[in-house]
């Protein structure tokens, strides 16, 4: 049968149980009414029996806050509000704990504050030592020199015989023995030194207090307080159940005797059930350590500062003249470096190395034939030639003021054309002839420093140029006649170069023109005729400048008679000034098919 059937569902079928049925059949009704409500809140009942014998059980409590508290500190130990609530129980258990009994915490500290002192103390010692020894080495006086020459004779360290004429005394060991047994507890030295078998050294000094009660029927209280063994002395210390003794070397004031007694007053205190338990473990004694080593003194000897006036003065001396010579030393230092700044700055001059050696300065690196000679920029750096020694090898330099320079001696420019470089290119500015533009084309390229020629600016200006030189010459003829007057043939002679000269700038540059050639005569005369005269001169000067023209000059005549007078007066000298031809130069894109001629 399934859970469904016995659960819910089949109780509900059930008969309600009555108060007559439980009045008739008490105890068995009673006996199921407690059987249902075991079955029904039983578990619950009995937890929440067991929570309250939990809660009334105090031992039941601290076992349940000691399980969960470690981890409560675990988990809150950074919160600040935790900390603070901590504070004050901890400071006043701790406090309350050292004032009852102090040991405890000495002996949990004592693992940590114990080998802490004791490196910084043998830090401080070392230090102090080296410091001292250092000091010796390099000391000159006649004292440890004499200390040295000792050293050298007895084959002792220079330590050893500067520790003998300076020590007043020092503990080199302390041994902790057990009274009772004579066994060694603990020993402790000075520095790295060590004897060979502790223990046999304890038993030694046992048998020698051992000897010495019982040959000289001391009691308990008396005993051996010291005893000689060569340059060394053995200090002892008796207590009730532990001895202590110091080898020492040299003389201790009686004070250390006090230091001792101290040192076993401690140990006694501290190790009071372990002297009273012993049963040969010595290790429980490792604690006692730094009480030993508090005894393990030492104390020079205080000696006056040795007069060393003359060694100060000479060091003095020295002192100064080593300044003089730093100074001249950064003087002709800086002087250098300023001669070597101006080398790199000048154009042309390249330092590959530069120093010092035999005295002089020297210099090595490659010079431009244009470049400033580096000879002349050692007076700014107050330096003569005699103080560098300097090697140049030549080289072009690619800057563009030598370039630009260099340009100039080979291509030789004409009055009026300035040359410039900017990055490699050559430019050309101002008139210059054609045939020096060819020239300069093909050695531009040539130059160091120049990869092509740009003569774009300066073919503009020549042919500025070209154009007004020939509208400047006007060829005068004789009166009446188209023959040139006395002496104008140089004019029309230059007129036909100038016209060349345009037929070459046209070429190289592209470029077509159109030169109309216009005839003139004076006032005289019928108009008509000098109109026919005035051609007739034009086709005279087109046919002297034909044969010069090319394809890029197209060149037209015409006659204006006395229409275009070059001077309104009728003087016989003005009027001779009329009886010309002039010439009027225009690029073919600005003409027009009528060919206008203005004047």
């Known amino acids: 049968m399934s859970d469904a059937s016995s659960g819910p569902d089949r109780r509900a079928a059930a008969p309600p149980v009555t108060k007559s049925a439980l009045d008739t059949d008490r105890p068995s009704d009673y006996e199921a009414f407690a059987e249902l409500r075991s079955l029904l809140v039983g578990s619950e009942v009995e937890q929440l029996a067991q929570s309250l014998a939990r809660l009334n059980d105090p031992e039941a409590r601290r076992r349940e806050m000691g399980s969960i508290l470690p981890q409560v500190l675990v988990e809150h130990a950074s919160d600040p509000r935790f900390t603070h609530a901590l504070t004050p129980p901890v400071e006043h258990a701790i406090t309350a704990s050292v004032r009852k009994n102090p040991a405890p915490l000495a002996d949990a500290l004592f693992p940590v504050m114990g080998p802490a002192i004791r490196k910084a103390v043998a830090a401080a010692l070392a230090s102090m030592v080296d410091g001292f ?76 207090r051992d000897f010495v009660k019982d040959s000289f029927s001391v009691t308990d209280t008396e005993g051996l307080e010291g005893l000689k063994v060569g340059e060394l002395s053995v200090w002892i210390e008796q207590g009730p159940r532990a001895i202590l003794a110091a080898v020492l070397r040299g003389t201790a004031p009686r004070t ?83 001669y070597l700044e101006s080398l790199k700055a000048e154009p042309g001059i390249v330092v590959l190395s530069s120093g010092r050696s035999a005295g002089k300065f020297s210099v090595s690196g490659l ?57 490699g290119v050559l430019s050309i500015t101002g008139a210059a002839p054609p045939t020096w533009l060819a020239e300069a084309s093909r050695l ?41 007057a006395e002496g104008q043939e140089d004019v029309l002679r230059q007129l036909v170069l100038r016209v060349a000269e345009l037929e070459k700038v046209a070429g190289a540059n592209g470029p077509r023109f159109r030169l109309e050639v216009i005839g003139h005569t004076d006032m005289d005369g019928d108009p008509i005729v000098n109109v026919a005269i005035s ?32 001077v309104g007066s009728d003087t016989e000298a003005d009027k001779q000034r009329n009886r010309r031809v002039t010439v009027h130069v225009s690029p073919m894109a600005a003409t027009t098919p009528t060919q206008e001629v203005r004047h």
């Open 133 to 208: 020894n250092r000091t010796l080495e390099h000391s000159l006086s006649w004292r440890s020199m004499a200390w040295r020459i000792e050293a050298l004779r007895t084959g002792k360290s220079f330590g050893e015989v500067m520790l003998l004429h300076t020590l007043r005394f020092r503990v080199e060991q302390v041994f902790l023995i057990e009274r009772a047994s004579g066994l060694l507890l603990q020993h402790v030295t000075a520095g790295s030194g060590e004897v060979r078998d502790a223990d046999m050294v304890s038993g030694m000094l046992t048998a020698i």
């Open 256 to 338: 250390f005797r006090t230091t001792l007694q101290t040192a076993l007053e401690r140990i006694h205190l501290e190790f009071a059930d372990e002297l009273e338990q012993f049963s040969g473990d010595t290790a429980r004694f490792e604690g006692a350590r730094p009480a030993l080593e508090t005894c393990l003194q030492s104390e020079y000897h205080a000696t006056a500062a040795p007069n060393h006036r003359k060694l100060w003065a000479a060091v003095a001396v020295a002192a100064i003249a080593l300044v003089i010579w730093a100074g001249f030393a950064w003087r002709a230092r800086s002087r250098w470096n300023h």
């Open 367 to 423: 010079r431009d034939p244009l470049a400033r000679d580096p000879e002349s920029l050692l007076a700014a750096s107050q330096l003569t030639p005699g103080d560098v020694d300097a090697t140049w090898a030549p080289y072009h330099a690619a800057n563009p003021t030598l370039a630009v320079i260099r340009a100039r001696q080979v291509l030789q420019p004409p009055n009026g054309v300035a040359l410039d470089l900017n990055d």
């Open 444 to 484: 531009a390229p040539l130059i160091p420093g120049v990869s092509r020629l740009d003569a774009s600016g300066s073919a503009d200006a020549s042919v500025a140029t070209t154009v007004a030189q020939i509208e400047s010459l006007s060829p005068l003829f004789n009166k009446g006649q188209a023959t040139l």
């Open 535 to 566: 051609r007739s001169r034009a086709t005279f000067v087109k046919e002297a400048l034909e044969g010069v023209g090319g394809d890029r000059i197209v060149i037209v005549d015409a006659g204006v008679g006395s229409a275009d007078p070059a």
